[in-house]
């Protein structure tokens, strides 16, 4: 699961270029990789979050959320996910 943190960073990246941008990243393999690619965007990425973000895109093969992180991010869900 995705911590609150990260998933704001996500929304950022998601408004400024679309959802588009996880097929962007599919083929980062580093986290110094994707906080360049982060910053590109205009989204500074800690240490910490870029590795959760690695750990998370390397975990699932099809590039997919679960529905609680879609929620959280859509704004569907309250509270801090941790």
Not at 36 to 60: I, P, T, Y
């Amino acid at each position: 699961m995705m911590t609150k943190a990260l998933m704001d960073s996500v929304k950022q990246i998601e408004d400024k270029i679309g959802k588009d941008w996880i097929n962007q990243v599919s083929e980062i393999r580093t986290t110094e990789e994707l906080k360049k690619q982060a910053e590109e965007w205009g989204v500074g990425l800690s240490d910490e979050l870029a590795d959760e973000a690695l750990r998370l895109l390397s975990s699932d093969p099809a590039g997919e959320m679960s529905e609680d992180e879609l929620a959280a991010i859509a704004g569907g869900a309250k509270g801090i996910i941790i």
